[in-house]
């Protein structure tokens, strides 16, 4: 999120309140409009969405209001306008570039006609190219040999309490190395793909190789940005995450994207450093 002022009013999470909530991390309420469920709930702000459930929102969105199978979504580029707030938001989509072979859509997520999310796919057309496929990059270690791991011992929200996390490499200040699932359906009683369930979690990547702690320091992200080569095989996501902050209250979080298959592409995050009375 970019601003962590708190608006005047902001409609909570369905079972914030002791209401029941499903196992899912947003509830359709009509063909726009979603209302997000305490696994939802912000890790800087208790009033907010977590970025990464909000990322899977818009990129089911955008898979369910323009269905093609004959493409892959090679970049999802994500700006965080303002306060994401819990409670009830509306989703519009469209096409801002369309093509037979390569096409640019975009999905919006705003509250009280507030947009607070903006994001752009560009999705490219399939093609045979398995004869030329490979990386240098070293697959990381599998899922059933990371140690599992309690996220909310650092962070706190319904979302980050929500996720299935796996240590592979152990923090230092700046650089970790971890699994992360968030095990929820993205939308109740719909079926999301791999890639957008795959997509609920990446954002959490700022949170898992912190230089100081969220109790010292604010660094919350204001955009999210992550190529892919291939679709995801899974809803596992390893991340092999470096932060770094620069001299001027300006960091970036960087990460290597793997799945169970290995290495599928990159993750960036700008992030803004400040004290935490300026944050708030």
């Keep these: ?151 909310g011992d650092r962070w706190g929200g319904g979302y980050i309490g929500s996720i299935e996390a796996r240590t592979v490499r152990e923090h230092r200040p700046g650089s970790a190395a971890m699994w992360l699932r968030a095990p929820h359906a993205v939308v109740d009683g719909e079926e999301a793909s791999v890639t957008a369930r795959f997509l609920a979690a990446v954002d959490a990547a700022n949170g898992i190789a912190v230089r100081v702690g969220p109790d010292e320091l604010a660094f919350p992200n204001v955009d999210l940005s992550v190529h892919l080569v291939r679709d995801p095989v899974s809803p596992w996501v390893g991340l092999d995450t470096h932060v770094t902050f620069g001299p001027t209250g300006v960091g970036l979080t960087e990460s290597a994207l793997h799945d169970e298959a290995g290495y599928l592409g990159q993750v960036a995050q700008a992030l803004t450093v400040r004290p935490l009375s300026a944050a708030r």
């Design 1 to 151: 999120m970019t601003e962590t002022a708190r608006p005047a009013e902001a409609p909570g999470h369905l079972g914030a309140d002791g209401e029941d909530f499903p196992d899912a991390y947003f509830v359709r309420l009509d063909g726009t409009r979603f209302r997000s469920t305490l696994h939802s709930q912000g890790a800087w702000n208790d009033a907010e969405q977590h970025m990464a459930a909000a990322s899977g929102l818009l990129a089911h969105a955008v898979d369910v209001d323009h269905p093609r199978e004959d493409v892959l979504p090679a970049r999802f580029s994500y700006d965080i306008l303002g306060f994401i707030p819990g409670g009830e938001v509306e989703v519009r989509t469209r096409v801002l570039r369309p093509g037979r072979t390569i096409e640019l859509l975009e999905a919006t997520m705003s509250h009280g006609g507030r947009s607070c999310i903006r994001l752009t796919v560009w999705r490219l057309l399939r093609g045979e190219t398995s004869e030329a496929a490979g990386t240098l990059r070293p697959a990381m270690p599998p899922v059933s040999d990371a140690v599992p791991t309690h996220m």
